[in-house]
């Protein structure tokens, strides 16, 4: 993952170079229900071209629904 600051200072952690797509981007696709790259992908209206951030948003999807899994305990 790679931080971008804008003007105003904000950071901006993207996890897809690519096509731009950030963090916060895959975990709301994440949330709204894809369980795969793909449908993070396709929820952010974009499509895998080096396909070098895989493993990091098949990460944050591991991350999520673990997170999911303990708070439903
Ligand atoms: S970094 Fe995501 S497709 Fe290239």
Same mark, same amino acid.
């Given at each position: 993952m790679r931080a971008i600051r804008n003007l105003n200072g904000q950071a901006f952690v993207y996890v897809c170079n690519c096509n731009a797509i @950030? +963090? /916060?981007d895959a /975990? !709301? &696709? #994440?949330?709204c229900g894809a369980s795969t790259p793909k449908?993070?992908?396709? !929820?952010? %209206? &974009? $499509? &895998? %071209?080096?396909a $070098?951030?895989?493993? +990091? #948003? @098949?990460q944050l999807i591991d +991350? *999520? *629904?673990q997170a999911?899994? #303990?708070?439903?305990e």
């Open positions: @950030r +963090e /916060r /975990r !709301h &696709a #994440i949330s449908a993070v992908f396709t !929820h952010c %209206q &974009a $499509k &895998a %071209q080096c $070098k951030c895989v493993c +990091e #948003i @098949r +991350e *999520q *629904q999911l899994a #303990i708070a439903a």
